[in-house]
């Protein structure tokens, strides 16, 4: 069943999801050796209350950071409940302004021995270089364009509402970069030709239910109910989203792993399409090993692709291109084996 939450804050365009700090480490511990020296942008995020900024500002030295820039948009309203700051003569609360904090060096201001969230608050509390305010912080914004200019690679859980246009922004500035979205934008038609050009792939975490932190009331029992078996109150706003991958541009060894093949190919087994030639491959697990031509198999094959292995020719939605039967309407049609060439292409 869809979840009524996500179906809600899509409608109203509420979209303030906050990413727990366990499912970020749990991403990005793959990725370390693309940070060593880079200026890392966070630039959906609100200091006081993203983890993505906290996990790069503790880690800053531990990564070999060149510099960690973190913006958002006009604030939001949820509450940061680890780091505070005094205000000082700001008339406006400070989840209605938008600034950017732009940290160069994370040191141990307090002597304990180690940097800690006290030295990051330290740091934002009485460094004036390091905050200051943006006019929307929209990351669409001429200034935050600039920002976007210095930065190496992305790391953020941009608005799903605005996924396409963010991707779009990214591609367009040739910028590294990992993100997470809903698992159904790799249907989206500016979203799955990025695929097939390999510039765009999904990252470790792929088809998972993650549960945020928002700012909506979780109302569905069912979803309370799994909030809670995580250790959370769902009266604390914690909602589960199913269905989210990571996707990256950034060159991981996922990518290089090789399906293992066991199944052979039969007619009785595999039925061609009656308007395409193709063979329908209903899960994974039965990819044949032995066939050569077209295949059309489950948009989770994007979950592990690996472009020495598989070609991407097409998705089966594409209605002008391929018309399919409606029992594998949902299908991404993929690609062809590479076996001595490179094996499997898919449509």
Known sequence: MANKNLNAAKTAKKDEFYTQMSDIERELQHYWQH???????????????????????????????K??????????????????IDWGDFTEEPKKIAYKVEITEVRDM?????????????????????????????????????????ADVVVTN????????????????????????????????????????????????????????????????????????????????????????????????????QLDLVCRYTEEDYPTYYNYNAIDVGELSAIPCDYSGNMGVPDTILGCYNPEQFELIGLGRDGGNVIVDRSIYEKIKLFKSKFSAKSHRFL
């Open 158 to 257: 941009p608005p799903f509402s605005l996924f396409r246009e963010y991707v779009a922004q990214l591609i367009k500035y040739e910028k590294k970069f990992i993100i997470m979205g809903r698992m159904s934008a790799l249907h989206y038609s500016e979203i799955f030709p990025l695929f097939m050009n390999n510039k765009l792939w999904c990252g470790y975490g792929f088809n998972i239910s993650v549960v945020y932190k928002a700012p909506y009331e979780n109302t569905l029992e069912t979803n309370r109910k799994f909030v809670r078996a995580k250790g959370l109150n769902p009266d604390d706003n914690y909602i589960k989203v199913p269905a989210i991958c990571w996707y990256t541009n950034l060159d991981i060894s996922k990518r290089h792993e």
């Open 35 to 65: 940070f060593r020296g880079k200026t890392i942008l966070c630039n959906c995020d609100d200091p006081y209350e993203s983890n993505f900024f906290k996990y790069f500002a503790l880690r800053f030295n531990q990564l070999g950071l």
């Open 110 to 150: 307090n002597g304990d021995g180690a940097v800690d969230l006290s030295d990051v608050q330290y740091l934002l509390q009485n460094d004036k270089n390091v905050l200051s305010i943006l006019k929307t912080g929209d990351f669409r914004d001429p200034e935050c364009i600039e920002l976007l200019k210095q």
């Open 67 to 84: 510099k960690l820039i973190c913006t958002c948009y006009n604030g939001s309203p949820v509450q940061g409940d680890e780091l505070m």
